[in-house]
């Protein structure tokens, strides 16, 4: 464990963080940070996972928080690592994962010289971190890492909390090793909403949504409160359409999403008088569309709150069923018996690479247990109510709209749930930004199978031009849509990442790969040539 009595505050960051069940760190490091990779090869108790660019660690970690429900630590260097892992501690922070970032500074009598990598260090980390704190001596580094992790729970959910550590509290003697307390349980929803929630939704009926936030779709007693409260009252149930964690699956009550579309999620709530949000927020449009509404549900219709995000939507879910006096899971809103088979049963598809045919190969591919990371885009929107027929799976999606998270999340969960096969699910315009997590997978020898939808076009965009009403009239735009000229070569990508890979053409040559690859227990990426 290191000098106990003779620390350095590195080696006292790294036995507090040990001490509090943070087992994992996704590491990038600079010069700044070589004392605390020293006390991590040192001091056991902390697992350390190489990044080759700190998106790739901000959301592995970001993934890992989501399966394992504790945090992991990054490792990055100055403000410009924190600056590369940005986007994914945005999504991060939108799917309210705990994080504890260690990032190293410049020493303390050096930062204020104009040196090329000083920059804004706090100013970034305060812009996506609702916690910052900088040591000033090894004697509190200890005990602010304690600090750092007790901060990544906020009630039922986590938060990122980022720990200024400057080079010189690192290497200086002193330190003292802390251990983070432990977490209060999260708060329980008030009786009276609860009691509004009932009455409300007694009165309506289908004219009533049952809204679904993360925590009331990732419990599954939770979901099947829900489905039992929709089947006393006839209420609506729905989820929000992106979820951090939602089991699905076989055994599952199957929850519908409300639609990404506006359109569509306008007609999905038409007739509502009153949504009751359980862990969820007012519904709005996920961009702005010229003569389209912001707020999607219909005008005049109530919110009711039953449970915030951060209190204990489960207990309150169960507690809601309760006061309807209907027992939870006594109905299942999708109607499946609970069952422990594999998708060995779901029709093979065969022939074209349609949209119908691929939600069935991975259906009817998918093993018992697996975590699905879907980042797959303008494809994967398509892929939900097929996969009610697959087997009991988890399904993670991006919560910040930031793109490049799919890869990496796939790293984290592999890591936080080892023995489960992990799905990645991805466009090739959004996987090129963080394709360096691939060399992890392969380093560390992930079960992750990625399947790149390759369209050659951000085609998501090419529907969002639509969308928003603009034209295109030339060269320009065009290639500012499209990913030709050269095409993208991603089983030469994987390989040069050390990463097994093949390119399909036809639904029966996609059962075949993604068998091979869940039987592999190890990385593989399948191209996939979308016409």
């Not at 006390?39 to 989501?66: H, K, M, N, P, Q």
């Not at 260690?102 to 303390?108: C, E, I, K, L, S």
């Not at 010229?290 to 939507?313: F, N, S």
């Not at 992750?448 to 998501?460: E, H, M």
Request: with cysteine.
């Amino acid at each position: 464990m290191g000098r106990m009595n003779d620390m350095n505050g590195a080696e006292s960051l790294v036995t507090t963080l040990a001490a509090s069940q943070v087992e994992v760190c996704f590491a990038n490091p600079g010069t700044s940070e070589m004392h605390f990779v020293a006390a991590l090869d040192r001091i056991a108790g902390v697992r350390c996972v190489l990044a080759l660019f700190e998106g790739v660690a901000t959301g592995a970690a970001d993934g890992y928080w989501r399966m394992a429900g504790s945090p992991a630590a990054t490792l990055l260097h100055l403000a410009p690592g924190l600056g590369n892992g940005w986007a994914n501690l945005h999504n991060a922070g939108k799917a309210r994962s705990g994080i504890v970032n260690v990032v190293g500074d410049h020493a303390t009598d050096h930062v204020q010289l104009a040196s090329p990598l000083n920059a804004d260090l706090a100013g970034i980390a305060g812009s996506i971190s609702p916690w910052v704190r900088r040591s000033t001596s090894a004697a509190e580094v200890g005990a602010d890492g304690a600090a750092a992790v007790a901060a990544t729970r906020d009630g039922a959910l986590g938060r990122i909390a980022t720990l200024l550590l400057p080079a010189d509290t690192a290497w200086g003697a002193g330190g003292r090793a802390a251990k983070a307390a432990a977490a209060d349980p999260a708060e329980a929803a008030p009786q009276a909403a609860i009691d509004a929630a009932a009455q409300t939704l007694r009165r309506l009926g289908e004219r009533a949504v049952l809204l679904l936030g993360a925590a009331g779709v990732r419990d599954e007693r939770a979901q099947q409160a829900a489905a039992a409260i929709a089947a006393a009252t006839g209420c609506r149930v729905l989820a929000e359409f992106y979820n951090a964690r939602m089991p699905g699956g076989r055994g599952r009550p199957g929850i519908q999403r409300l639609p990404y579309a506006v359109d569509a999620a306008v007609q999905r709530l038409a007739g509502a008088e009153a949504l009751v949000l359980a862990g969820s927020v007012e519904p709005v449009a996920f961009f702005a569309y010229p003569g389209k509404p912001r707020l999607l549900k219909p005008d005049g219709a109530a919110l009711l709150t039953l449970a915030e995000p951060r209190q204990d939507v489960p207990a309150a879910l169960q507690a809601l069923a309760e006061a309807l006096g209907v027992r939870a899971g006594a109905a299942s809103s999708g109607g499946h018996r609970a069952t422990n088979e594999s998708s060995a049963g779901t029709p093979v598809p065969d022939g074209a690479l349609t949209l119908d045919a691929i939600a069935a190969a991975i259906a009817a591919t998918l093993p018992e247990h697996a975590i699905v990371v879907d980042e797959a885009v303008t494809t994967g929107r398509g892929l939900g109510p097929p996969m009610a027929a697959a087997a009991p799976h988890d399904w993670l999606q991006t919560m910040g709209g930031a793109i490049g998270y799919g890869l990496p999340c796939a790293v984290g969960a592999a890591i936080a749930a080892p023995g489960r096969p992990v799905l990645a699910l991805e466009g090739d315009g959004s996987a090129m930004y963080t394709l360096q997590a691939l060399w992890t997978m392969a380093r560390e020898a992930l079960p992750v199978v990625t399947v790149i939808f390759a369209n050659r076009a951000y085609r998501i965009l090419q529907g969002e031009l639509i969308g928003v009403g603009a034209t295109v009239s030339g060269q320009k735009a065009v290639d500012m849509l499209t990913l030709d000229r050269p095409d993208l070569d991603w089983v030469a990508l994987a390989k040069g990442h050390g990463v097994p890979a093949v390119r399909v053409e036809d639904a029966g040559a996609l059962v075949q790969a993604l068998r091979r690859g869940f039987a592999s227990q190890g990385p593989c990426l399948i191209e996939v040539a979308m016409g």
